[in-house]
């Protein structure tokens, strides 16, 4: 078992492989489809198996709450006897569409309640929710904890500072959809900065030149995020709420999921993980294992915490 320990090194670098991806929302089965059958060879759960149907689950990879929980999944449902199928797209848009249509089963890591709000009163007649896994998300902004700044109000006349940039991230994204549209005009900060978007890994990579450099910077974040660890960052106030409250994490089905996979179903409803596990998980997942290793990575989570949930199955179906 090869264990990385330069972590940082390691997630931005699957973090940009993971903007490379580009894909559709087409059949989860196809081999030309992006990531369709990723998870079975490399994440080493889907093959053989397959006797209670074919799940597919659409993730953005860069987004690692949902890569992580993707990969819990596969080994899980593998366990029941479904095979699971791993389809990689880069925009929430593609996911809820894709759910909507039926081209993939699962989204593993939703926000509904608030960041993803629009998609779910676009699409949310077409998709099953099928239980929250983790209660304590947020949307955050971050600069380093050199900067001397503490509140997302203090970026108001001071956007010399940050050459006149918020680093976000997709363009699609619900984050970047609250930035747009409730914290740059509650805080006023229309004008004075310009919000420059392209994906998760190109922030990272931002991040990590401006503190290589120990430069002010200011970037769109999440919590929970390995990168809120990994880098020495701060969480700027949000006195305003601009950001909205906290939400909880969801699994998300097409529509008739339950009925269609009511084994699955059942076991996903059962799974809610606290702040230490959820950490666990995804720091194994994104950190501690090379990228290939995702199976080895959820057996080490299984096994430092083989009571992480009620429906936890440990042996193949």
């Known amino acids: 078992m090869t264990v990385r320990r330069n972590t940082t090194t390691k997630a931005l670098a699957l973090a940009m492989a993971a903007g490379l991806t580009l894909a559709a929302c087409g059949d989860g089965g196809s081999e030309d489809s992006a990531g369709g059958d990723s998870g079975g060879s490399e994440g080493g759960g889907a093959e053989g198996g397959g006797a209670e149907g074919t799940i597919t689950l659409g993730f953005i990879p860069s987004w690692t709450d949902g890569l992580s929980t993707a990969y819990l999944l596969e080994d899980q449902l593998t366990k029941l006897g479904y095979t699971v199928e791993m389809e990689e797209l880069t925009e929430a848009a593609l996911l809820y569409t894709g759910l909507a249509e039926g081209d993939v089963d699962m989204y593993p890591s939703a926000w509904p309640e608030v960041t993803h709000a629009q998609y779910m009163e676009e699409y949310g007649d077409q998709i099953e929710d099928l239980g929250a896994y983790y209660d304590n998300a947020k949307l955050t902004f971050a600069v380093p904890t050199y900067t001397e700044i503490d509140s997302i109000a203090e970026l108001t006349g001071n956007a010399d ?141 299984l096994e430092e915490y083989p009571d992480a949930f009620d429906t936890i199955v440990t042996e193949e179906g």
């Open 161 to 301: 500072m940050f050459d006149g940039q918020i680093i976000g991230i997709e363009p699609g994204a619900g984050l970047t959809a609250a930035t747009q549209d409730s914290v740059m005009p509650t805080y006023e900060l229309d004008g004075d900065y310009e919000l420059v978007t392209s994906s998760t890994s190109a922030m990272l990579t931002e991040l990590e030149s401006a503190i290589n450099d120990e430069e002010d910077i200011v970037v769109t974040l999440w919590q929970p995020f390995w990168a809120n660890s990994a880098f020495d960052v701060k969480t700027l106030e949000d006195p305003e709420g601009a950001l909205g409250e906290a939400e909880a994490l969801h699994f998300l089905g097409t529509e008739g999921f339950s009925e269609e996979f009511p084994e699955a179903a059942e076991l996903i409803a059962g799974i809610q993980l606290d702040d230490e596990q959820y950490g666990a998980l995804e720091d194994m997942v994104v950190n501690e294992y090379d990228e290939g290793q995702e199976a080895e990575a959820i057996d080490a989570f």
